[in-house]
Structures are given as C-alpha cells and as structure tokens.
C-alpha cells in the first residue's frame, strides 16, 4: 500500500510538473500566431463554414487585442496595437480572458463552458458562436510546434 501511494504520488507530480511546463512554454501571442495559421488553407476552410463570424480576444492581463475574421473570404487572425487600426467596431463575439486562462483553454487544462461558468472567461454576443468557439481552440492546438505541447 506504501508503494501505491509513492507511485501515486509520483504520477500525480509527475502529470502537474509537465503542465506546469508547458504553461510556462508557450505565450498568448504563440497561440494567436497558431490561430492564424489554422484558419488559412483548407483547415481554414473547413472552420469558415463551421464558424462563420468575427471574434475580438482581449487579454485582460496584458491589454493585447486580436481579431479573429472568419467572416470574409480571406480568414484572418490580427494582433493589435498602437501602431494598428482599431479592432472591428461590432465583432460578432467579444472575448475577455488572462492570458494563463487561454493558455489553460488551449492545453485542455480548462474547458469554454467552465471557464465562462467561473468567471474566467467573459464573452458578449452570439452565444451560438461562443459554443462554437471550442473548434477554433482545437485547430489552433493543432498548430502549436510539437515542442510546445
């Protein structure tokens, strides 16, 4: 039973030291380089007609505020600042999450629904969109370099 117990507890530290990780590896603007390169191509393709609406993602933790286009034929996913145009001024979606909540969405570590339920994930807008959110975030994961997951 000691023995259980030390691998158990092995195992468990083992799991939350590779999150721990791969939270620390990768950054909110890696997962929005890896959003835009998933709605190019025939991936892109295929979450148009899935999607087909425009979200605006804010990072409340850092102010960093990109567009999401999946509304125009030219999918497009736009990081902005100073130095770029105002972000759409009637996105179908608004989104406000901490950039450790996306990074949690991204990995799995945090479900859309439960993070909206506790407050970590703030959305305006189509609701219908918002529940489709889930396969932006599985397309972008897909993207991610391998090192990072």
């Known amino acids: ?9 092995l195992l468990t530290f ?17 997962i929005f380089v890896a959003m835009g390169e998933a709605v190019r ?15 605006v993602f804010t990072i409340s933790d850092t102010n960093e505020v990109y567009t999401l286009d999946l509304k125009s034929a030219t999918a497009s ?3 902005h600042d100073d130095n770029t145009p105002p972000p759409m001024t009637k996105p179908d979606l608004a989104v406000s999450v901490k950039s450790d909540d996306m990074i949690k969405l991204i990995s799995g570590e945090l479900k859309p629904q439960q993070a909206f339920m506790k407050g970590k994930l703030k959305v305006k807008g189509k609701m219908g969109l918002a529940m489709k959110l889930t396969s932006v975030l599985v397309a972008t994961k897909k993207k991610l370099p391998s090192s990072k997951l």
């Open 1 to 9: 039973l000691a023995a259980a117990n030390k691998l158990y507890t």
């Open 14 to 30: 083992q799991t939350f030291s590779n999150t721990a990780i791969y939270i620390m590896s990768i950054t909110a603007n890696e």
């Open 41 to 55: 191509g025939d991936s892109g393709k295929t979450l148009r007609r899935k999607f087909k609406g425009s979200v």
């Open 77 to 79: 996913v736009t990081k």
